[in-house]
């Protein structure tokens, strides 16, 4: 049985402490605020989503924090996002 996720309080990245909460957004299961520099997972986000939403959303971290975002389209960062939550179970120890 797969061990139970623990949503991290915050995030390393680049350098920045990036906070993780919880909390009600209308249009997504999660956002990274720009301004804040935090990042906010809906509480009706599915369980077995909030692993890929989390990673979705620390990309989209690490492309403005880099300065990489101001360099593409919306639809691009979007792409890039989503492509990058297949990342998601990459980093899992197996036993
Ligand atoms: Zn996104």
Do not use: Y
Request: aromatic share 6%; net charge negative.
């Amino acid at each position: 049985m797969a061990a139970k996720f623990v949503i991290p309080k915050s995030l390393s990245i680049l350098g920045k402490n990036i906070p993780v909460k919880r909390g009600n957004l209308k249009d997504a299961h999660g956002q990274f605020d720009r301004t804040d520099f935090e990042i906010t997972l809906d509480t009706k986000c599915p369980a077995h989503l909030i692993e890929e939403t989390l990673m979705h959303e620390a990309m989209h971290a690490v492309l403005w924090i880099s300065g990489v975002s101001q360099l593409l389209r919306e639809d691009l960062e979007e792409a890039i996002c989503f492509a990058t939550e297949g990342l998601t179970n990459s980093f899992k120890v197996r036993k």
